[in-house]
């Protein structure tokens, strides 16, 4: 029998990102932030990328409520943030109230690092088991790059970046 396909996928490299959104609750704005490395970039023209979440995922009905997100690439030295975005719920909210600033675009907060996209929800597409949400860019920022993380057969690691 053929390896199946998440064996597979373990094997392709990843980078590792941190997605934002908020919820607007009475009390104030309730931001959340979650792990993915399932982002990638779509087009350039109209400037568009996309994460896949899963269907029953907290952070997903979240973006498709305040329709704006954020999404921070993370460096090696972001191992840790990326462990505590992977929790649960209940976890990311004590971690979030300390992460990063709101990103005058999108409203989502950003993480300082490589780089970071703020986005408007464009649309949402049901995909198997996952729902591939489209964002059409609002704004870009760039940062330190010493070098990003990765994710590969399930790990995180670190990639040197020689300077030249
Ligand atoms: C390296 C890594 C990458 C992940 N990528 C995704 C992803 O692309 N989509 C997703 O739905 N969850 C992903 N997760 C899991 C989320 O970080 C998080 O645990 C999950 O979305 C929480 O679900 P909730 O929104 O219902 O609380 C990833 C976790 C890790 C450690």
């Known amino acids: 029998m053929p390896p199946d396909h998440r064996r597979v996928m373990r094997q392709f490299v990843t980078g590792v990102c941190v997605a934002a ?3 607007d609750e009475p009390t104030g704005r309730r931001h959340d932030a979650v792990t993915v490395n399932s982002f990638t970039s779509l087009s350039l023209d109209p400037p568009l990328v996309a994460l896949s979440l899963r269907h029953e995922s907290r952070f997903l009905a979240a973006i498709l409520a305040s329709r704006h997100f954020a999404v921070s690439i993370l460096s090696g030295q972001h191992e840790e943030i990326a462990r505590t975005f992977a929790q ?3 976890a990311r909210a004590r971690a ?3 992460m990063g600033r709101p990103g005058r675009a999108s409203g989502a907060l950003l993480l300082d690092g490589p780089g970071w996209i703020e986005c408007r929800l464009d649309r949402r597409i049901s995909v198997g088991d996952h729902t591939m ?3 059409e860019v609002l704004a870009t920022g760039l ?3 010493d ?3 990765i994710f590969v057969e399930g790990e ?3 990639l040197e970046v020689a300077k030249p």
């Open 21 to 23: 959104t908020y919820t």
């Open 88 to 90: 649960d719920q209940d």
């Open 96 to 98: 979030v109230t300390s």
């Open 133 to 135: 949400i489209v964002g």
């Open 143 to 145: 940062g330190d790059n």
């Open 147 to 149: 070098g990003p993380l």
């Open 156 to 158: 995180f690691r670190s």
